[in-house]
């Protein structure tokens, strides 16, 4: 799922993860190995959101999905895996412009 910036701001707020921004260097590798989304790491590793059923027509919501886990201590280094649902869920509040 790729997020707009409104988006990114509101899964940072209720995440507490850094986005890795487009032109991070990993970014080219990321999207051939996992698709275009935005992605985030955090202190476990790396993470996307996929969109879930919508609770109402004023939310959209998305899920927090780990794609790989850090595998050293300095958070140099992730090892991929199985994309695994966190069960975490994102609710973007609709933003009136």
Known sequence: MKLTSEQVKQTVNQLGAQVLPDEH???PQLNSMFG???FFVDETGLKVLEPT???GAERQTGEVVSLANW???DLTRLMAHEPEPT???VVFEHVRH
């Open 25 to 27: 260097p990993a970014m």
């Open 36 to 38: 275009e989304h935005t």
């Open 53 to 55: 059923p919508s609770v």
């Open 71 to 73: 595998s050293d201590a």
């Open 87 to 89: 069960g975490v869920i």
